[in-house]
């Protein structure tokens, strides 16, 4: 008898199927080749050898749940925080029996979505406790697992990675930002009560002294007041800035278009003034923000586009916006004096000004404004330009909400 198999074949993958006598002394055996099933047993024992390996040493914090949220499966990492050797003896277990009550809710309740609605908790920040008790935060993920209908969901799966030290990182910087507002925000309101005194008292001796002051006197006293005057411009600037998400006023969803609309109606006069063309196209989101601070920000970038123009010239303002990369752009374009690019740089600066207040006024702190609103709605800001006399644009992104709050706001 003769065999022959194909070129695949696992060694020895046969299985005997019958064994038949001939007369002539020999016999004749059929066999099946189960080549198939070894090599797809293989496949499984690596495939379980390899997800044993995964769940042995990961460092994130991974499991599979059943529909009542018990652990179906999770790694020994998961295991060690919560007072297990193996992670086998967690099987069956439930949040409630292994994490303590505090932080067993958050994760319970951040679950009932899932099951609900399908819908996956993504990079959440969630308390958590290790093996010694030590308080840290993980970021958590978990997806539905669905059943075979592809509709119900039968189970979880999760992974929380820690994230102690970048989260302490982050407090510790929001506290040091919180107490530079706070100083930047005392410093401009206190201080300028005693300078109105300055200005004040100046001024009184100026006028008191009359003719007894010396000419050049008196001019030295002017510079004094000039001087006041302008501190105080630079002292209520910065108060406008350290303002900047102090107002209380909450996020909401709102219309971006409407926003730009807003800031035009109270420019209209300037606009007026400056028989300026406004054009104002593309597609206009409703993004995640506070609605004072998007007409403020409008405000400010349509404000220098009529402002840096040269005398003659008549604006051409274009406001434009269209999804780019996962991300809304907004751009504020100006047929303006344009801008050198080496003083890119400074531009988002407070008090940075390319341009001495006899030419053009301002204080220097609008587009630092600009730039605090943006990064606090999760976007960035920047300019782009050919050069002098050759019109800037301003962009700035936002980040693409499909109706709800982006995560981290
Ligand atoms: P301010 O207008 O009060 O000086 P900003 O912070 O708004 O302060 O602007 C900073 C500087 O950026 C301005 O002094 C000006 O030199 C430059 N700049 C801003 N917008 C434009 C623009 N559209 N075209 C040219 N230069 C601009």
Redesign the pocket.
Known sequence: TTSSWHKDAVAGAVHPITHTPLANGGYVRTCIDVSRVKRAELDMKRLNTNFIAMLDNATDFIYFKDADSRILFCNQAMARITGHSDWRQMIGKHDFEIFPPETARIYNEEEKPVFEKGCPVAGKINPYYDESGAKGWVETYKWPVFADDGTTVNGIFGISRDVTERVLLEKALARSNAELEQFAYVVSHDLRQPLRMVSSYCTLLKRDMGEQMSEQAGEFMDFIVDGARRMNEMMVSLLEYSRVGRGGEPMTLIDSRAMAEEALRFLAPLIQDHKAHIGLDGDWPMVWASANEMTRLFQ??IG??L??QEPETVPEIALHCRRHSGEWLFDVS?N????EQS?IGR??KVF????PADC???????????RKIVERHGGHIW?T?AGLGQ??S?SFTLPFTDGQAPPGL
């Open positions: 400010n970038l220098n586009a402002k840096y100006d303006g004096i344009g801008i003083q531009l988002f940075q000004r390319l341009h053009y006024e301002g204080s220097g702190i609008g587009l630092a404004v600009c300019v330009s019109g800037s301003f």
